[in-house]
Nanobody, 123 residues
Framework: QVQLVESGGGLVQVGGSLRLSCAAS????????MGWFRQAPGKEREFVAV????????PYADSVKGRFTISRDNAKKTIYLQMNSLKPGDTSVYYC????????????????WGQGTQVPVSS
């Protein structure tokens, strides 16, 4: 099993930046592909970015490509989401998730989830 705890959320202005972290504990972290997903009020959870076990494969949602960067530090058992040029449409609760084997953009394939961290973007 893996336990995930997100941090780093908070109110940010349009155009600003924020870095989210997700710390893992439990099973061997480097065995897991990791992902960031988000859910805005009244909307379904959506894919943001995922990262493979080695960090070499990092697909992004089109809506965040070029603005967000996912990374991981296997020694620290942590993944990050650097968010730049934030827009009001980025307002969501951001969740990290973990799964064995290959990374995927499908949220239903992820077995372990954090509790989420809120990111309101004010205009």
């Amino acid at each position: 099993q893996v336990q995930l705890v997100e941090s780093g959320g908070g109110l940010v202005q349009v155009g600003g930046s924020l870095r989210l972290s997700c710390a893992a504990s439990g099973d061997t972290f480097s065995n897991y592909a990791m992902g960031w997903f988000r859910q805005a009020p009244g909307k379904e959870r959506e894919f943001v970015a995922v990262i493979s076990q080695s960090g070499d494969d990092t697909p992004y949602a089109d809506s965040v490509k070029g603005r967000f960067t996912i990374s991981r530090d296997n020694a620290k058992k942590t993944i990050y989401l650097q968010m730049n040029s934030l827009k009001p449409g980025d307002t969501s609760v951001y969740y990290c998730a973990a799964k064995r084997l290959l990374p995927t953009s499908l949220a239903t394939k992820y077995k372990y989830w954090g509790q989420g961290t809120q990111v309101p973007v004010s205009s």
